[in-house]
């Protein structure tokens, strides 16, 4: 997983749509069409990890686009890691068998630690837990409920109990392309052994840079490769 630093452009999807939210917030997201379509766009231009959310399910707590996730799993070839409205082992299990490569565990995982180990002994590579923060604190149902847990405390947690890897989201810029804000990101790399795949602010290949040298493993991508920022290319060059 991930053998050298990785951009994956994201593919968050809501009433059927590619849709990238701003802070994280309901109704401010941008607009990009058909997922399958921008999943094999991003496959063609070199992609070789895709990340897949249903925002639907991470509000609401029901998946609302599987057949968008089923849809780019048998469309593509490269490997896909899927969060959204996760809530039990068996829906992680299912996901898992059904093609995904990693499940996304999030809201589940905090109020229930004890699924991470559940699924990760059936699939020892199969769960990235999913650290969302805000304020400094870590942040559950679609980012709409502060936990008031730590965010590299919290990765140390995941780690023991078998999360193969963390998706740590500084939800504070997401979707603003403001740039990073590499010390938030730092913490939690620091805080584990396992790849800490970092999203959140990315604005320029600077940006890209600057979460390479905080050590973390891969960096998602969504608003900046979408408006043109710039290429995967030249994303997976820097």
Do not use: C, K
Request: aromatic letters at 6%.
């Amino acid at each position: 997983m991930f053998p050298s630093f990785e951009v994956v452009p994201a593919v968050d999807m809501q009433d059927g749509e590619v849709v990238q939210l701003v802070g994280g917030e309901r109704d401010t997201g941008r607009r990009y069409g058909d997922p399958v379509a921008a999943a094999e766009r991003w496959v063609d231009a070199g992609a070789e990890t895709l990340h897949l959310v249903d925002l639907d399910g991470a509000f609401e707590g029901d998946r609302a686009n599987a057949d968008a996730l089923e849809a780019v799993v048998e469309a593509t070839d490269v490997d896909v890691q899927f969060g959204g409205g996760i809530r039990t082992a068996n829906d992680a299990r299912r996901l898992l068998e059904a093609g995904v490569d990693r499940v996304i565990l999030g809201t589940a995982a905090v109020e229930d630690p004890a699924i991470v180990d559940a699924v990760a002994g059936e699939f020892p590579d199969g769960v990235m837990v999913s650290l969302d923060a805000s304020d400094g604190e870590v942040v559950v149902e679609g980012w709409t409920e502060a936990t008031g847990l730590d965010p590299a405390e919290a990765a140390a947690r995941y780690e023991a109990a078998g999360a193969a890897a963390v998706l740590f989201t500084d939800v504070d810029v997401e979707g603003r392309m403001d740039g990073v804000r590499r010390e938030t990101v730092e913490r939690v790399v620091d805080a584990v052994d396992v790849p800490v795949v970092a999203s959140g602010g990315v604005a320029s290949l600077a940006d890209l840079r600057a979460l390479r040298e905080t050590g973390a493993a891969a960096a998602v991508v969504g608003t900046a490769l979408y408006e043109g920022a710039f290429t995967l290319a030249e994303a997976n060059d820097v």
